[in-house]
């Protein structure tokens, strides 16, 4: 199975892979939420992502922004 929104910390890494200089805090949840469901192994519902889901998601990927 790919991607859920459970799987913040993979999210996050295939995020930087893809946007490796884009700074996490400057992306709009809305842009955040297209990014992630375009990703090629996203594979849940769209619409099961909520802010709390996407605030996890962009934590994970700072975190890992800022350690690179």
């Given at each position: 199975?790919?991607?859920?929104?459970?799987?913040?910390?993979?999210?996050?890494?295939?995020?930087?892979?893809?946007?490796?200089?884009?700074?996490?805090?400057?992306?709009?949840?809305?842009?955040?939420?297209?990014?992630?469901?375009?990703?090629?192994?996203?594979?849940?519902?769209p619409k099961d992502s909520n802010e709390g889901t996407l605030?996890?998601?962009?934590?994970?990927?700072?975190?890992?922004?800022?350690?690179?």
């Amino acid at each position: 199975m790919g991607l859920t929104w459970e799987d913040a910390e993979e999210i996050a890494l295939a995020l930087l892979e893809k946007f490796p200089d884009t700074d996490p805090l400057t992306v709009r949840f809305t842009e955040l939420h297209r990014w992630v469901t375009e990703l090629p192994d996203f594979a849940d519902d769209p619409k099961d992502s909520n802010e709390g889901t996407l605030e996890a998601i962009q934590m994970a990927w700072y975190d890992e922004f800022q350690d690179r």
